[in-house]
Nanobody
Framework: QVQLVESGGALAQAGGSLRLSCAAS????????VGWFHQAPGKERQFVAAISRNGGTTYYSDFVKGGFTISRDNAKNTVYLQMNSLKPEDTAVYYC???????????????????WGQGTQVTVSS
């Protein structure tokens, strides 16, 4: 099993940037496809981005393409989400999730992931 802890959430101004981190422990991190999701108040948890085991393949939701970048450092057991050009609608709790079974990074359903962090709050002011 893998344990995930997100960090880096904060209050930011529109147009600004944040970098979220997802630190893993408990298992060989390179076994896992990792995704980021976000959940705004009163809304369903929504896919943001995912990255393959070796970091060579990434997949993004249409609403973050060009603005967010997912990356990973397996030596540090960490996945990152660089968020640029932030908008108020990016305000949400951001979660990372992992799966050792996924064969594709185009996995946008929350049910595709077995392990979840506790989330980190991102608030973007206008």
């Amino acid at each position: 099993q893998v344990q995930l802890v997100e960090s880096g959430g904060a209050l930011a101004q529109a147009g600004g940037s944040l970098r979220l981190s997802c630190a893993a422990s408990g298992d060989t991190f390179s076994r896992y496809v990792v995704g980021w999701f976000h959940q705004a108040p009163g809304k369903e948890r929504q896919f943001v981005a995912a990255i393959s085991r070796n970091g060579g393949t990434t997949y993004y939701s249409d609403f973050v393409k060009g603005g967010f970048t997912i990356s990973r450092d397996n030596a540090k057991n960490t996945v990152y989400l660089q968020m640029n050009s932030l908008k108020p609608e990016d305000t949400a709790v951001y979660y990372c999730a992992a799966s050792a079974l996924l064969m594709s990074v185009a996995a946008t359903d929350t049910r595709s992931y077995d392990y979840w962090g506790q989330g980190t709050q991102v608030t973007v002011s206008s």
